[in-house]
């Protein structure tokens, strides 16, 4: 069992229709266990709209698009050991808008990004194709614990 997590959600879009905090935790959870985190963890999920979301990639990324998902993993000082591992933006109309496309229900893509990017916080990363296949298996193995098909299939 994986160290209690401590999750701050935040809504800067209309939750109707999107997903309770509480199963940003579960999937938080799934991540960090598949990962074999063993140390607390706290993070931060922010949902944003399209304008926010393209902001965000075009300040952080330099891209000029709204993206699924951005991780912003936590730069702590040499030295500080605090259980903080960073902040995700998941942008609410490119998730749904993946889902309808892909043919995917919208609570696994949900589930899916939110994993995506946790294990980005956690340090894993998709430049080379090795680091990819290494990744896409273990969000594959981590989704099937939830029962969510494999997102690459």
């Known amino acids: 069992m994986s160290a209690p997590v ?7 879009v209309p939750r109707a229709g999107l997903p309770a905090p509480a199963s940003f935790r579960r999937w938080v959870e799934a991540a960090l266990r598949g990962a074999k985190r063993r140390k607390r963890a706290e993070l931060a999920i922010r949902i944003v709209d399209a304008r926010e979301g393209r902001a965000l990639n075009r300040d952080y990324r330099g ?20 259980p903080l591992i960073g902040d995700l933006a998941i942008c609410a ?9 892909q043919g995917k229900l ?10 995506h990017g946790v294990l980005h916080l956690l340090g894993y990363d998709h430049i080379e194709e090795a680091e990819a296949e290494a990744m896409e298996a273990l969000e594959t193995r981590i989704l099937a614990g939830l029962g969510i098909a494999d997102p690459y299939a």
């Open 63 to 82: 891209k000029d698009y709204a993206t699924n998902v951005l991780s912003f993993p936590a730069e702590l000082p040499p030295g500080v050991d605090l």
């Open 6 to 12: 401590t999750l701050a959600v935040g809504y800067a």
């Open 93 to 101: 109309p490119v998730v749904l808008r993946e889902a309808a496309e």
């Open 106 to 115: 919208p609570r696994d893509h949900w589930a899916h990004l939110t994993i």
